[in-house]
Antibody
Framework: EVQLVQSGAEVKKPGESLKISCKGSGYSFTSYWIGWVRQMPGKGLEWMGIIYPGDSDTRYSPSFQGQVTISADKSISTAYLQWSSLKASDTAMYYC????????????WGQGTLVTVSS | DIQMTQSPSTLSASVGDRVTITCRASQSISSWLAWYQQKPGKAPKLLIYKASSLESGVPSRFSGSGSGTEFTLTISSLQPDDFATYYCQQYNSYPWAFGQGTKVEIK
């Protein structure tokens, strides 16, 4: 069974760094793209970027380029989303999701990680 | 970058109604369009991919159509479990983009 399990909720202060994770299981982690999606409180879905763990090929939305870093450690089947300096506006639910093929969108989703940034 | 625009933003309907949601792309995306359903506190769920292909396990009352820049999601007979927010998404080219969402409410 394909599963994406995300790390737990985080409460951080502005300026702090953070790395959240998404662990894949039940499939060959290196063979499928993993993406990240932001959902701010009460708002819609925003596509942040995507990584191919097999060779770490990464694409970003211009809205998030330079603001976050997407990475993956294929040895432990885990993708990451990280910030070097959080802002209050980074408060949101973050989802990881898997793309199952070249002609496919996201079909498997993680449960979400709530990030709260507050002084 | 491709922009996605959904209409309406909110839709009030009754159980049994036929419901249609429209999604427009700012440029042609061929048929690389997906529809998702999201309920409060839950991750999105894929309903339709490649504009009109029904994801496995999704009820047949859901259907999608369109190509190029105009797409629709239709629910043939709205059921209580269908009250949720629906998003379209283009995956023709990076960066992918979602529509702003359509909330289907109980009338």
């Amino acid at each position: 069974e394909v599963q994406l399990v995300q790390s737990g909720a985080e409460v951080k202060k502005p300026g702090e760094s953070l790395k959240i994770s998404c662990k894949g299981s039940g499939y060959s982690f290196t063979s499928y793209w993993i993406g990240w999606v932001r959902q701010m409180p009460g708002k819609g879905l925003e596509w942040m970027g995507i990584i191919y763990p097999g060779d770490s090929d990464t694409r970003y939305s211009p809205s998030f380029q330079g603001q976050v870093t997407i990475s993956a450690d294929k040895s432990i089947s885990t993708a990451y989303l990280q910030w070097s300096s959080l802002k209050a506006s980074d408060t949101a639910m973050y989802y990881c999701a898997r793309r199952s093929g070249w002609n496919y969108p996201f079909d498997y989703w993680g449960q979400g990680t709530l990030v709260t940034v507050s002084s | 970058d491709i922009q996605m625009t959904q209409s309406p933003s909110t839709l009030s309907a009754s159980v049994g109604d036929r419901v249609t949601i429209t999604c427009r792309a700012s440029q042609s995306i061929s048929s690389w369009l997906a529809w998702y359903q999201q309920k409060p506190g839950k991750a999105p769920k894929l309903l339709i991919y490649k504009a009109s292909s029904l994801e496995s396990g999704v009820p047949s009352r859901f259907s999608g159509s369109g190509s190029g820049t105009e797409f629709t999601l239709t629910i043939s007979s709205l059921q209580p479990d269908d009250f949720a927010t629906y998003y379209c998404q283009q995956y023709n080219s990076y960066p992918w983009a979602f529509g702003q969402g359509t909330k289907v409410e109980i009338k």
